[in-house]
């Protein structure tokens, strides 16, 4: 795997990270949904949900797309150990990796904010 801007900008540990952190995300949706639905807590707290799905979301999108949001607003990229980043001097290139960026956060929020309003239907 290599660097292609707004394509890939992440290998596989850093791909592992995210889609372990979606699924953390998405196991802490679940147990506060049913907490919620247990306990019998106002309907309109479940809007809170949308911060861990669109978390759980955020975190399966970059995996499945080889792509870190973060990493592409701040001009960044790695392939190598967890941790470790490289520069993206290109400006063009950046430009590119900020559009895809923003489009997978454009994702994630869609995705959270769908679980949530879901969520008052329960």
Do not use: H
Not at 43 to 49: D, E, I, Q, S, Y
Not at 57 to 72: D, E, L, M, V
Not at 79 to 86: A, V, W
């Amino acid at each position: 795997m290599e660097y292609v801007p707004g394509v890939c900008n992440i290998g596989g540990e850093e791909i592992r990270y995210r889609r372990n952190f979606g699924w953390f995300s998405l196991a802490l949706t679940v147990v506060l949904f049913l907490l919620m639905m247990t306990t019998g807590i106002g309907r309109w707290w479940r809007l809170t949900l949308f911060l861990p799905a669109t978390m759980s979301a955020y975190g399966f999108i970059q995996a499945r797309s080889k792509f870190c949001a973060g990493f592409a607003q701040r001009g960044l990229f790695n392939f190598g150990p967890l941790g470790g980043t490289s520069k993206v001097e290109d400006e063009e290139y950046r430009s590119k990796d900020r559009r895809k960026g923003l489009q997978i956060t454009a994702y994630s929020w869609t995705v959270g904010a769908a679980v949530a309003l879901v969520s008052l239907l329960a």
